[in-house]
Nanobody, 126 residues
Framework: QIQVEESGGGEVQAGESLTLSCTTSDSDFDDYAMGWFRQAPGKEREEVACINWSGNRPYYVDSVKGRFTISRDNTNLTLSLEMNSLKPEDTAMYYC???????????????????WGPGTQVTVSS
């Protein structure tokens, strides 16, 4: 099973940027759709963005569209989340997750995000 680990979290001011990375040593990285999720204290976990195995079909939750960009490098086994114009409501623990799939999409029926990293904290102050 794939193991993934996040990095790049931190504390920033509103309006600033951060880029999160998710790395693995699993050479079968391109057999997985990948996603970024977040969970704030007292709230349910939320899917932020995901991307299919080839990297040509991303998905974003409405609240981050136009501000966040998900990408993947299947050669270097890395998933990234570039976050711009950060807001206090983006404060959360961010998780990288993998779903076994070579399908065209990254979410929906059959996409089970089974493999999770330990998370990285993002804190945005106003």
């Amino acid at each position: 099973q794939i193991q993934v680990e996040e990095s790049g979290g931190g504390e920033v001011q509103a309006g600033e940027s951060l880029t999160l990375s998710c790395t693995t040593s699993d050479s079968d990285f391109d057999d997985y759709a990948m996603g970024w999720f977040r969970q704030a204290p007292g709230k349910e976990r939320e899917e932020v963005a995901c991307i299919n195995w080839s990297g040509n079909r991303p998905y974003y939750v409405d609240s981050v569209k136009g501000r966040f960009t998900i990408s993947r490098d299947n050669t270097n086994l890395t998933l990234s989340l570039e976050m711009n114009s950060l807001k206090p409501e983006d404060t959360a623990m961010y998780y990288c997750a993998a779903a076994p799939s070579n399908g065209a999409d990254c979410r929906g029926y059959g996409y089970n995000y089974e493999y999770w990293g330990p998370g990285t904290q993002v804190t945005v102050s106003s």
